[in-house]
T-cell receptor, first 113, second 113 residues
Framework: DAGVIQSPRHEVTEMGQEVTLRCKPI?????LFWYRQTMMRGLELLIY????????DSGMPEDRFSAKMPNASFSTLKIQPSEPRDSAVYFC???????????FGPGTRLLVL | SQKIEQNSEALNIQEGKTATLTCNYT??????LQWYRQDPGRGPVFLLL?????KEKRKERLKVTFDTTLKQSLFHITASQPADSATYLC????????????FGKGTKLSVIP
């Protein structure tokens, strides 16, 4: 079974541009998470979806960030407009209900110049 | 709010020795405490989970202990190998059915041949 798939793996953009990160969770997993990892703050939860519905978005830094999950096999995280402080590695993770373990994708390394 | 602290940013040990990594939590006792491994350029990978009422868990060369009095979990790798070199993350998952994982910043382990 394929793991969590994220694209792109690397993204370099200029300040002010829109950035869209994509995630395909593991088939059969109904919980999806977006995380951000930086040296300063470590790994932080941004948003959690369950059965395609956003349950907790309290970690989303500000209105420039938005996330969608139009169906069980696809989610996007959008930053508009992007800023240099958004530079980080963004991970998507998924799991089944009643399962404690989360399965992480390879991450998207974002650099905003 | 709960904080997960991994006091050592880096740990260097000689091949064949036992590596011991420390994870402390500041507030309530986690219902589940998880350990993940992260290699450079990759997402975290689940290793072990220990429940609040468990003192110790083992998996091959890995051992995790949980001391609620000290508010601490220890992660041991016996007979360490250079291939064990990675960053190890501790995470708190509180409450059955809870989804929120709070991660420590990790300890980078280097096993020297």
């Amino acid at each position: 079974d394929a793991g969590v798939i994220q694209s792109p793996r690397h993204e370099v953009t200029e300040m002010g541009q829109e950035v869209t990160l994509r995630c395909k969770p593991i088939s059969g997993h109904n919980s999806l998470f977006w995380y951000r990892q930086t040296m300063m703050r470590g790994l932080e939860l941004l948003i959690y979806f369950n059965n395609n519905v956003p349950i907790d978005d309290s970690g989303m830094p500000e209105d420039r960030f938005s996330a969608k999950m139009p169906n069980a096999s696809f989610s996007t995280l959008k930053i508009q407009p992007s800023e240099p402080r958004d530079s980080a590695v963004y991970f998507c993770a998924s799991k089944r209900d009643r399962q404690e373990t989360q399965y992480f994708g390879p991450g998207t390394r974002l650099l905003v110049l | 709010s709960q904080k997960i602290e991994q006091n050592s940013e880096a740990l260097n040990i000689q091949e064949g020795k036992t590596a011991t990594l420390t994870c402390n939590y500041t507030n309530y006792s986690p219902a589940y405490l998880q350990w993940y491994r992260q290699d450079p350029g990759r997402g975290p990978v689940f290793l072990l989970l220990i429940r609040e009422n468990e003192k110790e868990k083992r998996k091959e060369r890995l051992k995790v202990t949980f001391d609620t009095t000290l508010k601490q979990s220890l992660f041991h790798i016996t007979a360490s190998q250079p291939a064990d070199s990675a960053t190890y993350l501790c995470a708190d998952l509180s409450g059955a059915g809870s989804y929120q994982l709070t991660f420590g910043k990790g300890t980078k382990l280097s096993v020297i041949p």
